[in-house]
Structures are given as C-alpha cells and as structure tokens.
C-alpha cells in the first residue's frame, strides 16, 4: 500500500536527517523549558499551564507539516511516477504523520509527568492531535500543487493555517468563512470541553473534506491534461 510505503520512506528520511533530529529535540524540550521560565516567572502568561500545553501542541503541528512538505516535495520524482489518486494518498499521510507525530512528541513529557497535580484529558488531546493533523495535510496537499520549490511551500503552511486565518477573522464577513475553513487554532481549544471541535462534530470536518475534494479534483484534471504541468 501507498501508505505503508510513505511512512517507511518518512521514517527513514527523518533517521536520516540532522534538521529532523533538530526539531524533534526542540518539540521534546519545549515543555521543561517553558517550565523553568514559569518557576523563575519569566513568562508573562496568566494562563494556566494546562493553556500553554495546547498552544505548544499547536506550534508542533505547523513545524511538523512544514517538515513533511519539504520531504515529499523533495521526494516529489518518486511521487510523479504514480496515479494521482496514490499520490493524494501519500502526501496526505506524510503530512498527516508528520504532524501528528511530533504533536505527540511535544506532548510526551508533560503527559509522563502528568502536569504534576492536573491530569490531563487523554481523549480530548488525541482527539485534538488528529483533528489538526488532518486539517494541516488537506491544507497541505492543496499547497504541494503549487510550482514553488520547497521552502516556499513550507512557508505557506503556517500562513493559510494560522495567519491569514487570523487576518481574515478581523475583516468583512463575507472573509470570515474562508478563515474558518482554513484556521486549525481552533482545534487547540483550553479549555476542553464535550463541545469542542476536537471531538468530531460534522460541521468541523466539512473544511477537511472541502479541501481534499479541490485537491482531488485538480488532481484528476492534470491526469486528463498530460501536457499540463506535473503536479
């Protein structure tokens, strides 16, 4: 299966490569360091740390995706040598594992220790990971159709996922719905609740869907027009 082999193949470019390692260290660390700044009170959030959890979690995805996009644009000669329906299928798996993975990753330690007195709502947080995760690699797969090279591509995420998002709640309402579609901070709610997104209402998954459905459809199109350019 396509999967399987995308996930072999990310594996082994991630064992495989010192930026990688880079990141998985800095998403490990990231809670310990944000708590040594909380006990010397360097840190200027009144929130509480549960709070910082979730928007740790939320900067994780945005890097893990931007890292699975430079990987599959990179390995994008292998990819051109299948049908596009396993393409779709394997850049949204990449994208999707990449997220995912190192969400867990930066979740690892403060889950081990448990937010010292607070436990942490196992579901919600699994939930929440997944959610984002899908959201980031329909996004993702819609921007890897793009002609721009690698970098460009990564830059794109947190921009459609987290700043234009952000820009667009701010402006006319005709804007707003574009934003929603787009925007995966809300994913990331704190704090959890039964009605949060995370938890698999229908309406939450609609843009999930939307967005594949336009990268299918480009897709199918470019497979029908050879003369086009590769995707």
Request: charge should be positive; aromatic fraction near 10%.
């Amino acid at each position: 299966m396509i999967e399987r082999a995308t996930l072999r193949w990310f594996s082994t470019m991630a064992l495989r490569s010192p930026i990688a390692w880079v990141i998985a260290a800095c998403a490990g660390a990231a809670w310990p360091v944000f708590t040594v700044l909380l006990s010397l009170g360097i840190t200027t959030s009144t929130r509480p740390p549960a709070a910082a959890l979730y928007e740790i979690g939320f900067v994780a995805s945005l890097v893990g995706a931007s890292l699975a996009v430079v990987t599959l644009t990179q390995g994008s000669w292998w990819l051109a040598r299948t049908t596009p329906m396993r393409r779709f299928r394997a850049e949204f798996t990449g994208v999707a594992t990449g997220s995912f993975a190192l969400i867990l990753l930066a979740w690892f330690l403060p889950g081990l220790l448990s937010l010292g007195e607070e436990s942490l709502p196992v579901a919600h947080m699994l939930a929440t990971a997944t959610k984002a995760s899908l959201h980031l690699a329909a996004i993702s797969v819609c921007v890897l159709a793009l002609p721009f090279n690698a970098l460009v591509r990564a830059a794109l995420i947190p921009l459609l996922a987290w700043f234009i998002p952000s820009l667009l709640a701010q402006g006319p309402s005709s804007l707003v719905g574009i934003g929603q579609c787009l925007q995966i901070a809300g994913d990331f709610q704190f704090p959890w609740t039964e009605e949060s997104p995370a938890f698999g209402r229908l309406g939450s998954s609609l843009p999930i869907l939307g967005l594949c459905l336009l990268r299918l459809a480009e897709a199918t199109r470019r497979a029908f027009h050879p003369c086009a350019t590769p995707s």
